[in-house]
C-alpha cells in the first residue's frame, strides 16, 4: 500500500531564516506531487506541482521554490523566510489517470516569528 | 479561473441529526472531490464524482453531484461526533479531459455535540 510521510511535524523558524520541508511517497512509481499551503481563511491554496522528476510547476509567485530530486521525493524550500509564510504546509500524491484523487500527507505546521 | 464555495461555512448539529454540506462551483465540474481533515491533520479522502445525476454513499455519508455538473451535495445521517471536522470539496480544473491540478473549496467545519 501506498504510504505518504512529511518531515518535520511542526517547525517554527525566525524570519530570514532559511527553510526546507520534506516529503516522500511510498508504495507508488511516478506520481504526481503537489505543495499545497493552508493558512486560516484562505482555505487549501496550492503551490507547486511535479509530474515528474525536475519538472516543477508553480503556481503562485512567491519566495518559495520546490524541488523534486527523486522520483517519490518532494521539498519545499525558501532562501529567507517571511512572516506571511506561516500555515500549515501539506504534501499530496495522485496517479494521474483521467482522474485525479489525490492522496494527503500529515502535513507540517511552519510558524515564522 | 475557476472556484469552488461551501456553504455553510460552519455548521454545529446536535448528535443524531441529519446534515448538508453544499459545494457550488463557478463552471462545469469534471471530477468533483469530498475530503474530510481532522484539525492540524492531513485531507481524507471520501469519495469522488465525475457524472451528472451521479449519487455515492460511503456508511453514513451521501455525496451526490447535480445534473448540470455545477453543485455538489455531502449528507450526512444521524451525525455523531467522529463526523467532526472540516470538510472540503475540491474540483479537476478547467478542462473536459481534466487535468492534474485540483481546486479546493475554503472547508465547511462541522461541530457534532453529543
Given at each position: 500500500?501506498?504510504?505518504?510521510?512529511?518531515?518535520?511535524?511542526?517547525?517554527?523558524?525566525?524570519?530570514?531564516?532559511?527553510?526546507?520541508l520534506?516529503?516522500?511517497?511510498?508504495?507508488?512509481?511516478?506520481?504526481?506531487?503537489?505543495?499545497?499551503?493552508?493558512a486560516?481563511?484562505?482555505?487549501?491554496?496550492?503551490?507547486?506541482?511535479?509530474?515528474?522528476?525536475?519538472?516543477?510547476?508553480?503556481?503562485?509567485?512567491q519566495?518559495?521554490?520546490?524541488?523534486?530530486?527523486q522520483?517519490?521525493?518532494?521539498?519545499?524550500?525558501?532562501?529567507?523566510?517571511?512572516?506571511?509564510?506561516?500555515?500549515?504546509?501539506?504534501?499530496?500524491?495522485?496517479?494521474?489517470?483521467?482522474?485525479?484523487?489525490?492522496f494527503?500527507?500529515p502535513?507540517?505546521?511552519l510558524?515564522?516569528? | 479561473?475557476?472556484?469552488?464555495?461551501?456553504?455553510?461555512?460552519?455548521?454545529?448539529?446536535?448528535?443524531?441529526?441529519?446534515?448538508t454540506?453544499?459545494?457550488?462551483?463557478?463552471?462545469?465540474?469534471?471530477?468533483l472531490?469530498?475530503y474530510?481533515?481532522?484539525?492540524?491533520?492531513?485531507?481524507i479522502?471520501?469519495?469522488?464524482?465525475?457524472k451528472?445525476?451521479?449519487?455515492?454513499?460511503?456508511?453514513?455519508?451521501?455525496?451526490?453531484?447535480?445534473?448540470?455538473?455545477?453543485?455538489?451535495?455531502?449528507?450526512?445521517?444521524?451525525?455523531?461526533?467522529?463526523?467532526?471536522?472540516?470538510?472540503?470539496?475540491?474540483?479537476?480544473c478547467l478542462?473536459q479531459?481534466?487535468?492534474?491540478?485540483?481546486?479546493?473549496?475554503k472547508?465547511?467545519?462541522?461541530t457534532v455535540?453529543?
Amino acid at each position: 500500500s501506498q504510504t505518504i510521510h512529511q518531515w518535520p511535524a511542526t517547525l517554527v523558524q525566525p524570519v530570514g531564516s532559511p527553510l526546507s520541508l520534506e516529503c516522500t511517497v511510498e508504495g507508488t512509481s511516478n506520481p504526481n506531487l503537489y505543495w499545497y499551503r493552508q493558512a486560516a481563511g484562505r482555505g487549501l491554496q496550492l503551490l507547486f506541482y511535479s509530474i515528474g522528476i525536475g519538472q516543477i510547476s508553480s503556481e503562485v509567485p512567491q519566495n518559495l521554490s520546490a524541488s523534486r530530486p527523486q522520483d517519490r521525493q518532494f521539498i519545499l524550500s525558501s532562501k529567507k523566510l517571511l512572516l506571511s509564510d506561516s500555515g500549515f504546509y501539506l504534501c499530496a500524491w495522485s496517479l494521474w489517470q483521467g482522474m485525479n484523487e489525490q492522496f494527503f500527507g500529515p502535513g507540517t505546521r511552519l510558524t515564522v516569528l | 479561473s475557476q472556484e469552488l464555495e461551501q456553504s455553510p461555512q460552519s455548521l454545529i448539529v446536535q448528535e443524531g441529526k441529519n446534515l448538508t454540506i453544499n459545494c457550488t462551483s463557478s463552471k462545469t465540474l469534471y471530477g468533483l472531490y469530498w475530503y474530510k481533515q481532522k484539525y492540524g491533520e492531513g485531507l481524507i479522502f471520501l469519495m469522488m464524482l465525475q457524472k451528472g445525476g451521479e449519487e455515492k454513499s460511503h456508511e453514513k455519508i451521501t455525496a451526490k453531484l447535480d445534473e448540470k455538473k455545477q453543485q455538489s451535495s455531502l449528507h450526512i445521517t444521524a451525525s455523531q461526533p467522529s463526523h467532526a471536522g472540516i470538510y472540503l470539496c475540491g474540483a479537476d480544473c478547467l478542462t473536459q479531459g481534466g487535468s492534474e491540478k485540483l481546486v479546493f473549496g475554503k472547508g465547511t467545519k462541522l461541530t457534532v455535540n453529543p
